[in-house]
């Protein structure tokens, strides 16, 4: 006789707010990414540096944050970039790109397992998240034309740095 109870209501997947810092030196006119660590949530892929929102704490703030602690490099936002939210099996994410200019520090490996520096328009030849690969795109057209798309952007969400 088959089971006509309810079943339980499947588990609640987390729902993340994720700073992601796009980050460039102009002067040299490259691209910082960097690789996750093996146990990590996609392990391998390449990501642009940034992590999880404490309480509180601005997304620009945060990317910024994430940067120094993963990378050693300080960085300066110039803008926030229109927001992206992604459903993956494991959590809802909603990253917060924020456009960003190299200001100081020598690469280091603290919380990546590598981290480069690229020629932007390199960027789609490496893997990515899911979530990422609209924005991967518009930074392998170089900072020129993300920053030039100030103005252009049709999410509301998307808000000016102070």
Known sequence: MPDDSPSPPAPARASLE???????D????????CKR???TVLPGYWEFP???CNPGETPAACACR???EETAITVRPLRAL????????????RLHPF??????????LLAVADARWIDPVEAV????????????????????ALNRQRGEEKDARTPPLP
Not at 26 to 33: A, E, M, T, Y
Not at 125 to 144: I, K, M, W, Y
């Open 18 to 24: 994720v700073a992601i810092a796009v980050v460039f």
């Open 26 to 33: 102009n002067q040299q006119r490259r691209l910082l990414i």
């Open 37 to 39: 660590k093996p146990d």
């Open 50 to 52: 940034g992590g999880k």
């Open 66 to 68: 994430e940067v120094l």
């Open 82 to 93: 229109p927001v992206i939210d992604h459903d993956y099996p494991h959590a809802r994410v």
């Open 99 to 108: 456009l960003c200019q190299y200001v100081s520090g020598e690469l280091q």
């Open 125 to 144: 030849r490496f893997r990515f998240p899911e979530a990422n690969v609209a924005l991967v795109h518009a930074v392998a057209a170089g900072f020129d």
